[in-house]
């Protein structure tokens, strides 16, 4: 009989501390030289985002258009959590992401992380993997944070909304600040051409124009039935009524606060923000925004 490994686990709320200028907690940090380690393949494609960007969408379709065909079973049986390990997440005694990255049978493996561009392990620079990044308004991301730290169990205690605004807007959330992680991987793909920059509002605008975009990077090239069969499955109310990817079976999150697949909109943040927020948040948005080549859509 196996043991669920959770069984074992001290789920807590934890704090924010420094490290390296950039607001984790433990779970991130706790296996850091193995994660720095970390030896990719040159055909690993990484999906880095910002908490809340997307993360799981991308997952699921880049999962859907390597493996749907040829392990239909795959499907049905395995999280897409586990199908796409989450690199630096180490949660004790029930695994890290480095050893479930490390143990994908797949070729190519599809790795998850929230990393800041400067923290990605090197040997994904060195071996020219390819990388997804998606990028999400600053508004709705911050929404979609503030809803998931209430229901995840291993995060800091968001407290209430207005707090938690200002300390979005000072970057004192785990993985830091969202200005400095959009722009960080903006300016990395001037340098390092295989990043495809993507944004959650133009997969909200047109799903199948964006994975068309995808496969073009990815050099795939999957038949039109098929593609459109990927556009139905990856659509906000199949993901959320699907098992395997609405993360009902991630036990650190509390459903009765929250679902994971809470929305799905672009311009929820207008049901948050007061219009005083929303001047401030602005006005404090032009001064750290200052690259004017990243523009984001606050509704479509
Ligand atoms: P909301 O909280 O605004 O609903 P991540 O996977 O990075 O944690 O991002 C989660 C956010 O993406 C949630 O946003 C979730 O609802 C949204 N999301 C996930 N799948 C989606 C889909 N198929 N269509 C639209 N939004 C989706």
Not at 52 to 61: D, R
Request: hydrophobic residues 35%.
């Amino acid at each position: 009989m196996s043991v669920d490994p959770y069984k074992k686990l001290d789920i807590r709320r934890t704090q924010l501390f420094d490290f390296h200028g950039v607001s984790m907690t433990h779970y991130f940090t706790d296996n850091w030289e193995n994660v720095q380690n970390f030896q990719a393949r040159p055909d690993d494609i990484l999906i880095a985002t910002y908490p809340k960007a997307g993360t799981t969408w991308v997952s699921y379709i880049l999962d859907l258009l390597y493996f749907g065909q040829t392990s239909p079973e795959r499907q049905t049986s395995i999280p897409i959590i586990d199908r796409v390990p989450f690199l630096e997440k180490t949660i004790l005694p029930v695994g890290s992401g480095v050893d479930l990255a490390n143990n994908l049978p797949t070729s190519p493996r599809l790795i998850k992380t929230h990393l800041p561009v400067q923290f990605v392990p090197k040997s994904f620079w060195e071996q020219s993997c390819r990388v997804v990044y998606v990028a999400r308004n600053a508004k709705d991301n911050v929404v979609s944070y503030f809803h998931f730290d209430r229901m995840t169990q291993i995060q800091p205690e968001p407290g209430d909304w207005s707090s938690y605004l200002h300390r979005f807007m000072e970057g004192k959330m785990v993985f830091g600040s969202w200005y400095d992680h959009v722009n960080g991987w903006w300016k990395k793909k001037q340098t390092y051409s295989k990043i495809h920059y993507m944004f959650f509002e133009d997969m909200v605008e047109d799903t199948g124009r964006e994975i068309d975009k995808l496969c073009c990077f990815l050099g795939l090239s999957p038949s039109a039935e098929e593609k459109k069969q990927i556009t139905g499955r990856v659509q906000f109310d199949n993901m959320k009524k699907n098992d395997m990817t609405n993360q009902s079976t991630n036990p650190i999150l509390d459903f009765k606060i929250s679902p994971f697949m809470r929305k799905g909109k672009v311009g929820d943040w207008k049901n948050h923000f007061t219009v005083a927020q929303n001047e401030e948040f602005d006005e404090d948005y032009k001064k750290k925004m200052k690259d004017l080549s990243l523009q984001f859509r606050t509704v479509i």
